[in-house]
C-alpha cells in the first residue's frame, strides 16, 4: 500500500472583498482554492491585515469558512487584507490584497 503526503496548499484563495463595512468592523468574504491546490482539507484560513497596506496582524479564523467577520478596526480608517488556507499541516500561499478597504464613520454602515 502506497501513501501520499500531505503538502501544505499549493494554492491561494481568491482575493478578499467586503460584503458590510461598518466603523469597528469588515465583513470580509473570499473564494477557496482550487481543489487541485488543496494538498488535503482545508480546515481554517489565515487573515493577514493592517493599517494601509502595512499588514501585520494575523487572525487564524478557525473554521474553513469562506467568510469572516473581523472586528476592533478603527472607525474611517485604510485597511488591506489577504487570506491563506490552512491543512493539516501548515499554511499556504496568501492571496491577493485586497486593495484598500475604509471602515465607515462613527455610525454608519456600508453593504458592498
Sequence with gaps: MF????????????????SLIMSTSITLNWTEIDVSERNGVITSYIIQYGEGTNRNLLINTQSNATTHLIT???PFTQYTFTAAGVNSVNNGPLSRASGIIRTSEDSKCFFM
Excluded at 5 to 10: A, D, H, K
Design 3 to 18: 501513501k501520499t503526503s500531505i503538502l501544505v496548499p499549493s494554492g491561494s484563495p481568491g482575493i478578499p472583498t467586503a
Design 72 to 74: 476592533g478596526l478603527k
